[in-house]
């Protein structure tokens, strides 16, 4: 069961050298980490490694948080450059034929399938598979937007750019996701006749 | 803003001005385009919403900690030391030192017939030595042995966990 506490008292906690509550801390972010990891790498053990990566950066960085945005906040923007950094090391070749094909989600589908909620999993599955084919900035600011809790001004100050830009670029990423989306399901109907 | 999507996205996103937010909510009710774009890009924040997040294995959570544990271990001496333990050595020192130079001054014997500088005539420091008597000496060498055989203990067995590794 996870803590009740804030996120600036298992802080206070964690850095007090109780390390279970930095467990706690580890608990209540992983999984979104772990998606926006998943936005860069796309195979699931990359993707553990990034998150795993960010948690320890953040450990060990956890004195110097300023507590002037949020700890999500913070967090994020540690996930964003080691994801970055990844990916330079990892010199993923962003050319395709129709130029961001390339970011094909393999492993992210559904884990599991009720057949009473056959509609809204088809369609979390045909979202998630759109997300997958974007390219990994469009991902993270519609992931961040959606599910992080996250402002504009906030997303901002993760990708270091200005509240504005992000307002654009979220709206340009929506538009992609949707065109993504409309293709997909399309091609699924053409198949299915 | 540009387009009809811009404005609407906007509208739904709560990022544009009271002014703007008014003129957006009119269009929507008087023009039958604009009202159905915004339905149709409702549906479409609702289904960017209602995105499920992945869930990494069950053991991330004890991988991350463990990770951070072994580091711990790992970390050098030097940078694991406490810093209060070091500030008490110093405390120690500096009282140390300036106790003896305050009882070497007060055992100066300071009167000298001549007024130019001498070096003080007597320097009464006998009985310190009685501090250094045998079991003392014997003490202190005992002590160092203690605590050179813990540290090697100490290197030898982080030798050992690298090893491992």
């Keep these: ?6 996120d600036i008292e298992l802080i206070e906690q ?5 390390q279970s ?5 580890v608990k209540r972010h992983q999984r979104f980490v772990f998606t926006l990891a998943m936005r860069f790498a796309k195979g699931r053990e990359d993707a553990e490694e990034i998150a795993q990566d960010c948690f320890i950066k953040a450990y060990r960085s956890l004195a110097s948080f300023q507590r002037q945005s949020k700890f999500s906040t913070w967090l994020y923007s540690i996930v964003y450059t080691t994801a970055m950094t990844f990916l330079r090391k990892k010199r993923v070749d962003t050319t395709s034929i129709d130029g961001e ?12 399938y009720d057949e009473n909620n056959v509609e ?9 598979q759109a997300i997958g084919q974007l390219l990994p900035d469009d991902a993270t600011i519609i992931t961040m937007f959606y599910k992080g809790e996250q402002s504009l001004e906030e997303i901002a100050q993760v990708l270091g750019i200005e509240a504005n830009t992000v307002k654009v670029k979220l709206f340009r990423a929506r538009q992609r996701l949707k065109e993504k989306l409309e293709r997909n399901l399309k091609h699924e109907v053409k198949e299915l006749i | 803003m540009n387009s009809i999507e811009e404005k609407l996205w906007s509208y739904i996103d709560g990022s544009c001005t009271a002014e703007e937010q008014q003129a957006i909510a009119m269009l929507i009710a008087q023009d039958e385009a604009y009202m159905r774009k915004y339905h149709e890009l409702l549906k479409l924040n ?5 995105m499920e997040l992945d869930e990494p294995s069950m053991a991330f959570t004890y991988n991350v900690l463990e990770t951070i544990r072994t580091q711990h271990a790992q970390q050098p001496l030097k940078a694991a030391i406490n810093k209060r333990i070091i500030l008490g050595i110093a405390i120690f020192f500096i009282v140390t030192i300036a106790s003896l130079v305050m009882f070497a001054l007060s055992s100066v014997n300071w009167h000298t017939a001549d007024t130019s500088i001498k070096i003080p005539k007597q320097l009464d420091i006998t009985h310190v030595t009685s501090f250094f008597t045998g ?3 014997r003490g202190f060498l005992f002590f160092d042995v203690v605590m050179g055989l813990f540290l090697l203990d100490t290197y030898l067995r982080r030798k050992s966990v690298l090893k491992h590794e």
């Design chain 2, 135 to 137: 079991p003392v000496i």
């Design chain 1, 21 to 25: 509550a930095y467990a706690d801390l």
């Design chain 1, 120 to 128: 809204s999993k088809s369609r979390s599955y045909y979202l998630n």
């Design chain 1, 101 to 112: 094909d390339v970011f094909i989600q393999i492993e992210n589908k559904p884990s599991a």
């Design chain 1, 14 to 18: 964690t850095l007090g050298g109780n």
């Design chain 1, 1 to 6: 069961m996870q803590s009740k506490l804030s």
């Design chain 2, 46 to 50: 609702e289904e960017f919403t209602s």
